[in-house]
Every structure is written in C-alpha cells, then in structure tokens.
C-alpha cells in the first residue's frame, strides 16, 4: 500500500530527484547548497523509511521495490549532475563509473534471485558502503562553495574512490553470493 508513511518517505525521494536536478542550473554557491539541502533531504528519507516501515510494521512488497531504486536514482542522477557541472572529471570518473556500474550489477543480480525466491541481504559493509558514498557525494556537491581552510572538494573526492573500493569489495561480495544460484546449482528445474 502506498500510503504507508514509509512508502511515502521513500517516493518523496524519488520526486525529489527533478528538484536536484533544476538546483545544479542555478548560479553557486546557492546551487551547491540548495542541492546539497535536497540531497542531505533526501538521504535522510533513505534512514527513516526502513526503520519506520520494520518499527511500525509496515513493511511492504512496494516498499522493499521502491527503496533500492529510490536510493539508485538519487545516486545515479547525482553523480551524472556532478558530471555535467564538472566536478566530477578526469579520474575521478573511474570510481563514478566503478560505483554506477555496481548498482546496475546488484540490482539485476537482485531481479535474478527474485525469481527464484533468493533474498540477498545487506551486509553490513554494504551498509557503511552507502555511508562514505553519500556523505563523500555531499562534499562533492558543496564543492568550490564549501567553507574555505577545509578541502572539501579533495574530501568527497578522497571519499569516492574509498566508497568505490568498498563498491568493488561488496559487489563481489554479492555476486559470489549468487553465482551457485546462477550457474544452475541450486536453480530450480526448467518448465519449458
């Protein structure tokens, strides 16, 4: 159901995301904040939903589809955002792409198992994962407009190729998870 209050934080952040995105075509600093603002906004919906949803008991089928791609969404329009404004260049492209690349993995990984009924949970590394991602995409975002004897900009960039090491470590993490399921093990017979 999606009136469900989890359900709602967790599609405010989807909605979210074309607000974001107009905030990168205004003029910096408001830009760097107003999107930063909508980020932090947003990532924090990203915490209440599942607590409230296990906490009040409201966990849902829609629920557990809409927060993984919520959550992606937000990441991926970022990044691509941070691209297109230059601030994510040269070679910090390589641990946007390694991140990217990763959510697209897992969450066809993720559709395959469903199909078996395979769960794959998050671990806990995956969790802290997201934590150095967001919070290094947020001092991305502040960038140039952050506060001046602090190296923002080095910061979230230090802290995107740490999120894309942890990226790597954890993805592996789920494939290997998966592959007895996708390499016919422990995959139920054919029907056709």
Not at 45 to 59: M, N, Q
Not at 127 to 156: C, L, R, S, Y
Request: aromatic share 8%; with cysteine; glycine share 10%.
């Amino acid at each position: 159901m999606i009136t469900t209050l989890p359900n709602l934080l967790t599609l405010s952040r989807i909605l979210a995301i074309p607000a974001l995105i107009g905030a990168f075509y205004l003029a910096s600093p408001l830009s760097n904040w107003l999107a930063f603002g909508i980020f932090v906004a947003a990532g924090i919906t990203d915490i209440l939903d599942g607590h409230l949803a296990r906490s009040r008991d409201e966990v849902t089928g829609l629920g557990r589809f809409l927060d993984p791609v919520a959550d992606k969404l937000l990441v991926a329009a970022t990044l691509l955002m941070l691209v297109h404004v230059d601030r994510i260049g040269d070679w910090t492209i390589m641990p946007t792409v390694v991140i990217l690349c990763r959510e697209i993995m897992v969450s066809g990984l993720r559709e395959f198992l469903a199909e078996l009924r395979v769960g794959v949970p998050v671990s806990r590394l995956a969790k802290w994962k997201t934590g150095v991602q967001m919070t290094a995409i947020g001092f991305v975002v502040i960038g140039d407009a952050g506060w001046e004897p602090i190296p923002v900009v080095e910061i979230g960039i230090a802290g995107l190729w740490l999120a894309a090491l942890l990226t790597i470590y954890t993805g592996y993490d789920y494939l290997r998870a998966g592959l007895k399921h996708m390499t016919g093990a422990d995959a139920p017979a054919s029907k056709g």
